[in-house]
């Protein structure tokens, strides 16, 4: 058993589907990271062991979101991770999804104060507008989650998991990162003591904020009450060359999850998202293989946290358009699985 939790982990290892059309999977699968001493039974009761990130499931139409939850069907894909918005389209397809046996786990954001001015997009550093986290408004969020809860209930919607807000620790999502930054992975000391990284820091709060109003309305729901809420899946981002190239800011998994849980986030969630995109290592470099561990084993899933892991996002950048066009990637996969067992 690994030192990483105060406790046993279990990986619930996913199949990889093979869904190509309609430009359904953008990433890869996910997998579910569990502790033997934190609700098992959530997870294992879901039989989330396959899944797969579908990009803006709720942008597609009625005709092509009824051929990719067919594809996922064929392909054995037991979960689905998406953002979906809670009209009669979108509710029509989370209960196809569950009649069909597709378990989803659903990426709501938060709500923000009006009049919130977005961070503008960089193209040069392809970095997307965003709206700062310190705006975020719980009471606005609250209600729209009570919307969405509420038609969920009223049609027999049972989530398998519900992930608030996504890669909130750094540049990309969240407007309280200026562009350019620094090109750094702030530490818990920088949320303290950097400007930036203090109001980063407000960011956070308001983020904890909001996840007491999803989970006050997710313990009164009728049938949702006992599904899981998984903090948003942060970025791997370590302070590497990448960063210092681009001049992109972020807090390191470590520090995020040591300040949140520092400010209650353990009574709020029950698991801790978490994404990680690792580069490929050539066969024999053992140098790489070991710098690669080092990093999954401090960066990824840090030790000393009491709640399970929910790896929802990770995968091997590719331009193959077929398996069998795909084998460098096929071996990394293989790869990264063996680790994940080796959580067991």
């Not at 809860?149 to 999502?173: M, Q, R, S, Y």
Request: proline share 6%; hydrophobic share 40%.
């Amino acid at each position: 058993m690994r030192r990483t939790m105060s406790g046993a982990r279990i990986v619930k290892l996913l199949q990889m589907p093979s869904v190509t059309s309609l430009r359904v999977i953008a990433r890869m699968a996910f997998v579910v990271v569990v502790s033997l001493v934190a609700r098992p039974d959530l997870v294992w009761a879901l039989g989330c062991n396959a899944g797969v990130n579908v990009n803006s499931f709720q942008n597609f139409s009625a005709a092509e979101q009824e051929a990719i939850v067919q594809q996922l069907v064929t392909s054995g894909a037991h979960c689905v991770r998406t953002s979906l918005r809670p009209d009669d389209k979108d509710i029509h397809l989370a209960k196809e999804l569950q009649d069909k046996g597709v378990g989803l786990v659903l990426v709501p954001g938060a709500e923000f104060l009006p009049g919130t001015q977005a961070r503008p997009a960089d193209a040069k550093r392809n970095m997307r507008s965003a709206l700062p986290l310190s705006a975020a408004d719980p009471e606005r969020s609250r209600v729209s989650y009570q919307s969405l809860f509420d038609k969920l209930d009223a049609n027999g919607i049972v989530l398998a998991g519900v992930e608030l807000g996504n890669e909130i620790n750094w540049t990309d999502f969240n407007g309280d990162f200026p562009i350019p930054g620094k090109g750094k992975a702030f530490t818990v000391e920088d949320l303290a003591r950097d400007p930036e990284a203090q109001q980063v820091a407000r960011g956070f709060l308001q983020y904890l904020k909001v996840l007491a109003a999803l989970k006050e309305v997710r313990d009164h729901s009728k049938l949702n009450r006992q599904t899981p809420i998984i903090s948003a899946g942060m970025a791997g981002v370590t302070g590497g060359a990448w960063q210092q190239k681009l001049g992109v800011d972020g807090v390191s998994i470590p520090a995020t999850y040591a300040f949140m849980r520092a400010h209650g986030l353990d009574k709020l969630v029950d698991g801790y998202g978490v994404h990680y995109y690792p580069p490929e290592v050539k066969p024999g470099d053992k140098a790489a293989a070991a710098q690669r561990l080092s990093v999954l084993n401090s960066d990824i899933f840090p030790p000393g946290n009491s709640k399970p892991y929910w790896l929802t996002e990770w995968g091997f950048s590719s331009i193959a358009t077929s398996s069998d066009q795909d084998q460098s990637r096929a071996g990394s996969v293989t790869e990264m699985r063996a680790y994940f067992h080796g959580l067991f």
